[in-house]
T-cell receptor
Framework: DAGVIQSPRHEVTEMGQEVTLRCKPI?????LFWYRQTMMRGLELLIY????????DSGMPEDRFSAKMPNASFSTLKIQPSEPRDSAVYFC??????????????FGEGSRLTVL | DAKTTQPPSMDCAEGRAANLPCNHS???????VYWYRQIHSQGPQYIIH???NNETNEMASLIITEDRKSSTLILPHATLRDTAVYYC??????????FGKGTRLHILP
């Protein structure tokens, strides 16, 4: 079975450019999470969707970051404009269920973003 | 903020049992203990979770003390492929899964 699929795997861009990261959750899963990982801050939860609706975006660092989930099989995380401090690995994860009852999160391989 | 304390790193000889401790002295009655691991350059991988009783699956065993203030993840026969960062997470119903710094486990040949 296909796992969580993220694209691109690697992205190098210049400061000020728009970056769009994409995620396809596991078929049938109805919760989706975006995490960011840096050496300094570790793994941080950015935003969580349930049934395509954003439930908690308190981890989104600032207005330059936005996330959407137009349907059950696709989500995007957009950074506009990008800054060097946004350089990180961005992970998408999905699971079946909602926060009260979730068990296992399935993570993608991540998108490594470098902003010059 | 993470509710757990783990040693930053540990070594274990290949073929031996790896015992990874986790302290969660402020855990409340409805909070679960989760373990994930992250192999270099990969996304985190779920290992196991439990509430009160000890749990075992094909990957590992989770031993939770009777007072629930600490737990141990046991990898019964560690291999080089078990080299990873292991995260112990305490999570209540409805809470988000928050990762701490974890324990970097080195399996020595």
């Amino acid at each position: 079975d296909a796992g969580v699929i993220q694209s691109p795997r690697h992205e190098v861009t210049e400061m000020g450019q728009e970056v769009t990261l994409r995620c396809k959750p596991i078929s049938g899963h109805n919760s989706l999470f975006w995490y960011r990982q840096t050496m300094m801050r570790g793994l941080e939860l950015l935003i969580y969707f349930n049934n395509n609706v954003p439930i908690d975006d308190s981890g989104m660092p600032e207005d330059r970051f936005s996330a959407k989930m137009p349907n059950a099989s696709f989500s995007t995380l957009k950074i506009q404009p990008s800054e060097p401090r946004d350089s990180a690995v961005y992970f998408c994860a999905s699971t079946l269920g909602s926060l009260p009852r979730i068990g296992e999160l399935f993570f993608g391989e991540g998108s490594r973003l470098t902003v010059l | 903020d993470a509710k757990t304390t783990q040693p930053p790193s540990m070594d274990c000889a290949e073929g031996r049992a790896a015992n990874l401790p986790c302290n969660h002295s402020t855990i409340s009655g409805n909070e679960y203990v989760y373990w994930y691991r992250q192999i270099h350059s990969q996304g985190p991988q779920y290992i196991i979770h439990g509430l009160k009783n000890n749990e075992t699956n094909e990957m590992a065993s989770l031993i939770i003390t009777e007072d629930r203030k600490s737990s141990t993840l046991i990898l019964p026969h560690a291999t080089l492929r078990d080299t990873a960062v292991y995260y112990c997470i305490v999570r209540g119903v409805g809470d988000k899964i928050i990762f701490g710094k974890g324990t970097r486990l080195h399996i020595l040949p």
